[in-house]
């Protein structure tokens, strides 16, 4: 059901009964892009085969052709942007077949014609950790010869970092090696990429239409989704977030630690948004009034000048406090902001010629920062279109909605340094510090369809969250509580120090006694001379890991991707070669099995 039929659809015109048509029309209101792609597909299909026996293929003698979307998606854009690009096809009439690359199997490759790629990029260049599967078999031998096959690829990155889109980068250059044909250049996309989506799309689908329509012609709009799980229906997401109301904000670390680590309530009634453990809270925020102030002194500038942002005309201020990024600073405000300078600003305008020196410049600065050490002079409108909209941070949940009910929790660490003669904070971190209750914060729910807790209640866990990675084990366990689950569950944390950083110490404690954890090691790294984290405890206590997973467990690890995910795996590699008696190369494909198994899980950032 595209919308397109959906708005045309009126009860003159409907076979349905009026009951029916209300009933429709109420579903269509709440549906995402996305998951009226689903329901065009379901009905499409089910129409298809009530004809003849059940299951029986449809009475057309020729398959249609079928453009085959892929996407890896590490925070949602990518999903968000393939599913966009599903959607119009859909409604030109072509059949598509949307996949997240974690469920899309590899050797399915050698079959396809038409194939758009959409993938994100975190870390050193890496891929999402749901497209490591298809990014690892395109570079080995086994990848099949794709000639007469045609690809466009659309990737999105950071520009702050390095190894900008290079998994995008990475995924058409295999393609192209092994013979596909690019139909058209590929397109690399910064954070603040969604304006450019809708001519990508367009463009992108008049390439392929044609070539489709070759092959066979319009009409077969069947459209298969494997893979793509569909979420609760809600009028909420990152395009309209919903307009939430602070709870409680707690400090859970101690007033000695080195850590500022809080506990976060927000109020979700009326909003109808659901989520599961394993999912992620977006969260728009606003910038600190005190240093947006502080900056337009510097530039000169008046906060109630109006200035045009996306279409609306607004003041100045309001923007900066609301709709612009001043916290992550990145190589195209830089370049901008010197070129709009009406006085040439030579520090910056050397560093726009040296890559290297440019990030190392913008790695321990602000937007604040650069404004402050170098004062331009630009209009109200040049700064604004300088800056790239701001981007919501997203945290892994810290509840379960059967626990908590209307409420959504985060654990939050603050992220603050003292540089240049002044503190800084994290952009969102800082706004919750700032927070009180009763503030209003823009949120939205981020699901997340590679982290979830088994099927079955009688399965056992193994969850390895150091730090605010701590969040979404703490989520589980509510979760497994409320379901009277009776699998054995083991965590393992790691902190600091023992009496400063032992977050949520009384409720895991207090599942500890009710028998809810199995068991709990902990690694307090400062607390002793020799440093220990929970790779540490992983060696220590491989035999009885190795064991839990030859029984079934199910393994999660969550934090640090550069270097506490690296180190666990690394870790669990040695593990599960010495206890299984198997050599490094094994015990990763033991690794890679449970993986594919779903039962080695990670969310890393």
Request: aromatic share 8%; net charge negative.
């Amino acid at each position: 059901m595209t919308a397109t039929t959906t708005s045309a659809l009126t009860q003159g015109s409907s076979p349905l009964s009026p009951e029916q048509h209300q009933l429709v029309l109420e579903l269509a209101s709440t549906l995402t892009p996305t998951q009226k792609v689903w329901l065009s597909g379901y009905l499409a299909g089910s129409a298809e085969t009530a004809g003849g026996a059940p299951g029986a293929p449809p009475a057309s003698a020729a398959e249609p052709a079928t453009l085959t979307v892929l996407y890896g998606s590490q925070t949602g854009n990518a999903k968000h942007v393939a599913g966009d690009l599903a959607a119009a096809a859909s409604a030109r009439g072509l059949t598509v077949a949307l996949t997240d690359m974690a469920d899309y199997k590899p050797n399915q490759l050698k079959n396809e014609k038409f194939v758009a790629v959409v993938v994100s990029t975190h870390g050193e260049g890496d891929p999402p950790e749901s497209a490591e599967k298809l990014h690892t078999f395109l570079a080995s031998k086994k990848a099949p010869d794709l000639s007469g096959a045609q690809v466009s690829v659309l990737g999105l990155g950071d520009s702050s970092y390095e190894f900008y889109c290079q998994a995008a980068v990475d995924f058409e250059d295999r393609l192209r090696s092994l013979g596909a044909s690019v139909v058209s250049e590929r397109l690399l996309l910064d954070v603040d990429y969604e304006d450019q989506i809708p001519g990508w799309v367009e463009t992108t689908l008049d390439v392929f239409e044609p070539e489709l329509n070759a092959v066979t012609p319009a009409g077969g709009t069947v459209v298969q989704l494997p893979g793509l799980a569909a979420t609760a229906p809600t009028a909420y997401s990152k395009r309209n977030p919903f307009v939430a109301e602070v709870g409680e904000v707690q400090k859970i670390t101690g007033r000695d630690s080195t850590k500022d680590v809080r506990h976060v309530e927000i109020l979700l009634e009326g909003s109808g948004l659901a989520y599961q453990p394993g999912d992620s809270l977006g969260v728009f925020f606003s910038n600190d009034p005190g240093s947006v102030d502080s900056l337009l002194e510097a530039l000169g500038l008046d906060g109630a000048q109006e200035i045009t942002l996306g279409g609306q005309d607004k003041p100045l201020r309001e923007a900066l406090l609301e709709d612009l990024e001043l916290t992550q600073s990145y190589p195209g405000f830089v370049e901008k902001y010197a070129a709009a300078a009406a006085t040439p600003v030579p520090a910056l305008a050397e560093l726009g010629e040296d890559k290297a020196a440019l990030r190392s410049f913008l790695e321990t600065r602000q937007i604040y920062d650069i404004v402050h050490q170098h004062p331009a002079q630009v209009t109200a409108q040049q700064l604004v279109d300088s800056l790239r909209k701001q981007q919501p941070r997203l945290y892994s949940i810290a509840s379960s909605q059967q626990e908590v009910e209307d409420e959504v929790h985060l654990t939050v660490g603050v992220i603050e340094w003292r540089d240049f003669g002044r503190e800084h904070v994290g952009g969102c971190s800082g706004f919750v510090r700032r927070a009180e209750e009763g503030d209003s914060v823009r949120v939205f729910v981020e699901p997340n369809d590679h982290f979830r807790l088994p099927a079955d209640p009688g399965a056992a866990t193994i969850m390895i969250g150091p730090g605010t990675g701590i969040a979404p084990f703490r989520a589980f366990l509510q979760e497994r509580d409320a379901q009277g689950a009776d699998g054995d569950n083991w965590l393992i944390f790691g902190n600091p120090h023992f009496t400063q950083d032992f977050l949520y110490q009384v409720e895991f404690q207090g599942y500890l006694r009710s028998g809810l954890l199995t068991r709990m090691d902990v690694a307090f790294s400062r607390d002793q001379a020799e440093k220990v984290y929970v790779q540490h405890r992983i060696r220590q206590h491989g035999a009885e890991v190795f064991s839990w997973l030859e029984q079934g467990a199910h393994l999660y690890v969550c934090g640090d991707a550069n270097r506490m995910a690296k180190d666990v795996h690394a870790a669990l590699v040695e593990v599960v070669a010495e206890h299984g008696r198997m050599d490094a190369d094994a015990a990763e494909d033991y690794l890679a099995t449970l993986r594919d198994g779903k039962r080695y899980q990670r969310d890393v950032y």
